[in-house]
């Protein structure tokens, strides 16, 4: 079954600092992998895109990085923001008839 | 910024009862979504349409739902008889294209309790 696993479930960091997201997954094959950021009560808004032949992608604070060898993706925060405080899900996108896969997001709250 | 919308923002309803919910994808967009997300779930994927047809589906998307574009702007999905466990929110997506590497736009969601 095409899953897709994201830790930690949630987390509190403080205005300035980073972090990073994981995720896992083992969605075979796939096509391309997305974060997406999901504020409350809002709909998801994507942030990167990574073929499985890329390792980095960056927009403007955030960075994805993807190991497609250990099935592995992470999303970096850097110097975080208030507005940072959202959902963060990462979403497979399946080779073939292009279904989105979701995890269940990464629930980052950023206190001042 | 063009963006896809969505009426009701919330809709309470009875059991049994029908519930429509609509959307307003991005105007020159050809792909339609539409995903619920039970509280503290993930997203899940219902179906997709395309070309005044539905080009997949899942298996949560059973004799219950439907979907249609009455006019050249609403995309609706219809519940024909709500049960508790359809409580979710309701996102529909758009996109330009269907390909692999196309954006999907999301809608603000519509919040449905059924009681």
């Known amino acids: 079954k095409n899953q897709v696993e994201q830790s930690p479930q949630s987390l509190i960091i403080l205005e300035g600092k980073n972090c990073t997201l994981q995720?896992?997954?083992?969605?075979?094959?796939?096509?391309?992998l997305r974060w997406y950021k999901q504020d409350t009560g809002r709909g998801p808004v994507s942030l990167t895109i990574m073929t499985f032949s890329e390792n980095t992608k960056s927009n403007g604070r955030y960075t994805a990085t993807l190991d497609a060898d250990t099935k592995q993706s992470s999303l970096h925060i850097t110097a975080s923001q208030l507005s940072d405080s959202a959902s963060y899900i990462c979403v497979v996108i399946l080779y073939g008839n292009n279904r989105l896969a979701f995890g269940k997001g990464n629930q980052v709250v950023v206190i001042p | 910024e063009p963006e896809v919308t969505q009426t009701p923002s919330h809709q309470v309803t009875q059991m049994g009862q029908e519930v429509i919910l609509r959307c307003v994808p991005i105007?020159?967009?050809?792909?339609f979504y539409w995903y619920r997300q039970i509280l503290g779930q993930k997203v899940e994927f219902l179906v997709s349409f395309y070309n005044n047809e539905i080009s997949e589906k899942s298996e949560i998307f059973d004799d219950q739902f439907s979907v249609e574009r009455p006019d050249g702007s609403n995309f609706t999905l219809k519940i024909r008889s709500t049960k508790l466990e359809d409580s979710a929110m309701y996102f529909c997506?758009?996109?330009?294209?269907?390909?692999?590497?196309?954006?999907?736009?999301f809608g603000p969601g519509t919040r449905l309790l059924v009681l």
């Open positions: 105007s020159n967009h050809l792909y």
């Open positions: 997506a758009s996109s330009v294209s269907g390909g692999a590497g196309e954006t999907q736009y």
């Open positions: 995720c896992n997954y083992t969605v075979s094959p796939f096509s391309n």
